[in-house]
């Protein structure tokens, strides 16, 4: 049987079938044509009259017809009774190529279903002019809408050439529409689900305090500068700031009150770095300045544990010691087992009921699963070093040292199954235009923290303080320098 001939692709690929010099070179040349490639029929038929070589589209074609097709001469009829698009072989062949029929307007939009994943179900329709939105689509597709639900859809449109009955071209619009459903779980008339209006208020039990809530004071750094002619004493140390976490301590009366370390700058004590004479004599005004402030934290709050942890800057004192002056770093007074230049002697420490940790970075815990510590750590960029710190943590942990407000969160599992673990910094307490530090315009902040804590949990959270101004409860607290009043009080020359 023959090969079917694809009348159409000939024609576009290669010339036209009744093309005069391609029909008298095929049964001139045809039998010579058999098993040759384009290439060797271009140079077999060359020269091709007053040209060097054929046309390429005649050798194309001749090559299709003789080895594609197997005709070697122009058969009975050609090209006349072959120009039927129907007709795929020479007459009296069973070989037939069955036209494909014509989508005309009107007619049935094609409808493919199928299912997706988790329960849903993929539909499209496509046709000429009856299917053009989701509604259509249901209706096609015979898709009950109180059964189902459209996730998502989507509808294409494009224009086609067709031969009308009557021979003429005419554009017809085709349409598509996908959708993408899923079933309605619940059948809300179904269940006689009605609306009746706003619910009555709800009766909420007693609330429940926690066990125990502790306020964590960062680093203050009390001390002071010398001004122009050593006549005034400028603080370091934010009094406004510290005014105000005097207040929240007043409003929240915490079963625990954390100092973080470093109240004390101590600049004239430092080993390490340079110390300008505007620092020097000024220790005892420090000294006098915070055990002012820490008296105001105990009035505030008679009845709260208050502990101090040692922290870098009050580890100057020993380390000075130890370096300068080994042989006095032990001296005592008689009948006192302080050493003579201990803090808690030196701030009266016991007076106020204050408990003092040390050595620096010796750590307290409020309960097995708080752990209060000054800190060592700092890591550049907001939040860094707290994100070091939960990264290696076992239990929760606050701590001051960087001077950033910062909180972070990590959950770890054990065989208590899963436990969130944070590690919070509040900040600092200290006026961060004139505390000694490298560089200006520095990334610090002033606040404090509270953690609310218990056997079976922990929970923090940080405050920030900016110009005097925090917010407790949703109460707004302003604190006050009181620079002429405390200064009045200390016997101290100070100046804003």
């Known amino acids: 049987m023959p090969t079917p001939v694809r009348w159409r692709k000939l024609r576009l690929d290669h010339c036209a079938p009744d093309r005069a010099d391609a029909l008298a070179a095929w049964e001139a040349h045809g039998a010579d044509l058999v098993g040759l490639t384009t290439a060797e029929v271009l140079a077999h038929l060359s020269p091709w009259g007053e040209r060097e070589s054929a046309p390429v589209p005649v050798a194309r074609f001749l090559r299709c017809v003789v080895n594609d097709y197997g005709l070697t001469a122009p058969p009975e009829g050609w090209p006349a009774g072959y120009c039927d698009p129907g007709r795929s072989a020479p007459p009296g062949t069973e070989a037939r190529v069955v036209p494909k029929p014509r989508p005309t307007p009107g007619r049935a939009p094609r409808v493919e279903k199928k299912n997706g994943p988790e329960g849903t179900l993929q539909v499209s329709a496509r046709g000429q002019g009856l299917v053009k939105n989701v509604d259509d689509l249901a209706r096609v597709a015979e898709i009950d809408l109180d059964e189902w639900r459209v996730a998502d859809h989507s509808v294409n449109t494009w224009t086609t050439p067709l031969k009308g009955e009557d021979g003429r071209p005419s554009i017809v619009r085709n349409w598509q529409v996908k959708a993408r459903l899923e ?63 005097t207040q929240v301590a007043r ?26 004479m505007n620092l020097l004599d000024t220790s005892q005004a420090a000294l006098y300045a915070l055990h002012y402030w820490l008296a105001e934290l105990r009035a505030a709050c008679p009845e709260a544990r208050i502990v101090y942890l040692e922290g870098n800057h009050e580890a100057r004192i020993g380390r000075l010691l130890v370096e300068r002056a ?8 008689v009948g006192d087992d302080r050493a003579a230049l201990s803090l808690p002697r030196l701030l009266a420490l016991d007076q106020l009921g204050i408990e003092y940790v040390s050595p620096y970075g010796e750590a307290a815990y409020l309960s097995p699963r708080v752990m209060l510590t000054h800190g060592d750590k700092v890591r550049s960029g907001g939040g860094a070093t707290t994100r070091a710190v939960v990264g290696e943590a076992r239990v929760s942990t606050g701590f001051g040292h960087v001077h950033r407000v910062s909180i972070a969160h990590r959950t770890v599992y054990d065989h208590g199954g899963a436990r969130v673990i944070t590690a919070a910094t509040p900040g600092c ?3 961060t235009s004139r505390t000694p530090a490298a560089g200006s315009r520095l990334d610090w902040q002033q606040g404090y923290g509270v953690v609310h804590y218990g056997a079976e949990y922990d929970h923090w959270s940080v405050h920030t303080i900016q110009a005097g101004r925090t917010f407790y409860n949703g109460v707004q607290v302003v604190g006050e320098a009181r620079t002429e009043e405390i200064g009045d009080a200390l016997g101290l020359p100070l100046a804003d």
């Open 429 to 431: 307490l200290c006026d």
């Open 251 to 276: 409003l929240m009366q915490p079963d625990d009150i954390v100092l973080l370390g470093d109240m004390l700058d101590l600049a004239e004590w430092s080993t390490r770095f340079p110390r300008p």
């Open 326 to 333: 080994a042989h006095v770093e032990g001296l005592h007074a």
């Open 183 to 245: 079933r309605r779980l619940i059948d809300p008339d179904a269940l006689g689900v009605r609306y009746t209006g706003p619910p009555a208020p709800r009766v909420v039990p007693a609330l429940e305090p926690a066990e125990r809530v502790a306020l964590l004071v960062p680093d203050s750094q009390h001390g002071f500068l010398w001004g122009e002619g050593r006549r005034d004493l400028l603080p370091m140390h934010d009094m406004a700031a510290c005014d105000a976490v």
